[in-house]
């Protein structure tokens, strides 16, 4: 967030205090609240809690939806268990420690799987993240992949409450390929968090009282059957290729690679009464017609 937001002027500013100060500035019709805490507390979790149920719009409602946008598991896992807790739909992203790959996940507490349904290993390990840093090594910074990750993230902000397009349950984003792979994960019945696994219960009980859509049987057609036959009509049997082959008439000479499906039959001479040639001249016929 600093990376995006901060400017030098706001030098000794908390974050979220200068992040708020630039947002302010670029749209000053945006309402905003700002608490500069750590929400992995007790004291501080209950009001993060608190402003997640009745920190919407209209007061005493619950938000529309949480993005998650911290940088340590410690933190995502406090959130992961706010929102798990209240059914609260949220948005988890973050950037790699490289700064070449990122994501974004939609997470829907029963439904989809949460932050711990499938966390990394120092958190499935319960190991302090603290302890992991490398002496002289610190995390690269590179401001475009996090332009890119919150341009995706808040892209993915507008389909979901806007409804439309698609949204993605999972986006993620590698920058030395260009590769966005995107996935949906289903919870994981044994997840160590007690709130998933009651909303994944709830979230089947809903599903199994959903009308179900009615299946239409498929109606036979009952074969008509004429006892008259006024007309004569009768069905044949279709032309076979052979048949159809010796029907028609020679091939023309095509270029190399050209074929014909079928050519113009060779008419038959009509059947009937026909006329000998004779020498007589016109005029001598009509005489003999004329004496008959």
Known sequence: MNRLFFQPHQAG?????????TLRNINPDVQ?????????????????MDRISKGGLKEGQ?????LSCVDNFEARMAINTACNELGQVWMESGVSENAVSGHIQLIKPGETACFACAPPLVVAANI????????????????????VVAGLLVQNVLKYLLHFGTVSFYLGYNAMQDFFPTMAMKPNPHCDDKYCQTQQSEYKRKEAEKPKPEVVAEEKEEEIVH??????IELVSEVSEEELKAATGPVPELPEGITVAYTIPIKEPTAGVTVEESEQSLEELMAQMKSM
């Not at 619950?62 to 949480?66: G, K, Q, Y």
């Open 13 to 21: 500013l908390s974050k979220v205090e200068a992040a708020e100060h």
């Open 32 to 48: 905003f609240e700002v608490h500069n805490y750590n929400i992995t507390t007790v004291d501080n979790f209950q009001h993060f």
């Open 62 to 66: 619950p938000v529309d939806l949480v």
């Open 128 to 147: 302090d993240e603290k302890t992991l840093k490398r002496e002289g090594v610190c995390a690269a910074s590179l401001p475009t992949t996090m332009g």
């Open 227 to 232: 006892e008259d036959n006024d007309w004569g």
